[in-house]
């Protein structure tokens, strides 16, 4: 079983980077949408809220194309772990607070009706992604990654 891991490893690579590139590109080239959905968390100031709407995408898109690539693969990792952790923290405060907001995750964001939020199935898939990372921890070398990493 072991010997498929690196195919495993190419797998979860693929996945990771392409949901990230997907989530970046979505909100990258729409500023205005990004910082709107940032701010609707209600959690920082409006200012910072607004830096991290036009950077976050950057960083997604930037995470994610390492992935594809194999490069840093346990770092970005790491990375992509912690980031979908804040996530999880940031939508399930939103849930608790009882905000009727859209996550923002892949584009759109703000406030939606009430029966329109999904914030069960979204900490769900950050927690299958954070497996997923966790996985590239462990098990850092893939298939066709630009960098070979030690196990």
């Not at 849930?95 to 009706?113: E, P, T």
């Amino acid at each position: 079983m072991k010997k498929y891991f690196p195919w495993f490893g190419l797998l979860a690579r693929l996945i990771l980077g392409g949901v990230l590139i997907t989530a970046g590109y979505l909100k990258a080239f729409n500023p205005s949408k990004a910082k709107m959905a940032v701010r609707a968390y209600e959690v920082l100031p409006i200012a910072l809220a607004n830096i991290l709407g036009v950077l976050l995408p950057w960083v997604e898109l930037g995470v994610g194309f390492l992935l594809i690539l194999g490069v840093a693969t346990r770092f970005t990792a790491r990375f992509t772990a912690l980031l979908m952790f804040v996530f999880i923290i940031a939508i399930g405060q939103a849930w608790a607070r009882g905000l009727s907001i859209d996550c923002g995750c892949f584009g759109g964001g703000g406030q939606v009706d009430p029966s329109q939020t999904k914030y069960l199935p979204e900490i769900g898939r950050d927690i299958a992604f954070i497996l997923i990372s966790y996985f590239l921890i462990r098990y850092p070398t893939s298939r066709f990654a630009l960098e070979k990493e030690d196990q």
